[in-house]
């Protein structure tokens, strides 16, 4: 895919960017946004995603944030647009599926989950997992964004429209409940295992294409 591939034909709400800032834009995000969406739905349904990520961003470029030292990065806010299309994705996919109660509610609620066997996993991997959907999947989202993702509080803070003090307390008891998980099913022994546990899933799922 490329940055000219998606643009809008009228250009309508792009007056006030030039093809090659938002290419530059495009090049920039592109793996992340891609990545983000591969790890919870299928390829097909992740690519979509990105394309109207993309489209959104193009059209409300005057919406967006100038520099990356102001309250909301460039990074966060097209997260957020890419939360929003995936929500949407993931909503009309699933709703006329058999998927878990607590997932479904989330989808529903706007909370993007991630899609129950849409990429491979070994034994122990599945194990971790299973344990992780345990979480209420608001936890399993700041815990995903935090530490498959690599957003800061602050971002995360902004893709969620909340107060970082609240994203920094959310946090602390999803890894605290997380843990607390992980040891009872015998899956980690303290802190560091539980985090490394968190990495694994992260990396059976697809990443981005090259």
Do not use: C
Request: aromatic letters at 8%; glycine letters at 4%; hydrophobic letters at 45%.
């Amino acid at each position: 895919m490329t940055a000219v591939g998606i643009l809008p034909v009228s250009g309508q709400g792009g007056e006030t960017v030039t093809e090659d800032e938002f290419r530059a834009v495009f090049d920039s995000l592109y793996p992340d946004i891609l990545s983000y969406a591969g790890r919870r739905t299928d390829p097909s349904t992740a690519e979509d995603v990105v394309s109207e990520t993309f489209f959104v961003v193009w059209q409300r470029w005057p919406d967006a944030p100038e520099t990356e030292d102001e309250k909301q990065s460039l990074r966060a806010w097209t997260f957020g647009v890419a939360r929003h299309m995936l929500s949407n994705a993931q909503r009309a996919k699933f709703r006329a599926s058999k998927l878990d109660t607590a997932l479904k509610a989330a989808v529903f609620a706007g909370v993007p989950v991630v899609e129950p066997d849409h990429g491979p996993m070994v034994d122990a991997r599945q194990a971790a997992t299973a344990v992780f959907l345990k979480l209420p999947p608001r936890e399993q989202e700041i815990l995903q964004m935090v530490a498959w993702e690599g957003l800061s509080i602050d971002e995360v803070a902004e893709v969620l429209d909340t107060s970082k003090t609240a994203i920094a307390m959310r946090l602390v008891r999803a890894r605290r409940r997380l843990a607390a998980l992980m040891r009872a099913s015998g899956l980690a022994t303290d802190d560091d295992a539980t985090a490394q546990q968190l990495w694994a899933m992260r990396t059976a799922a697809p990443e981005s294409a090259e």
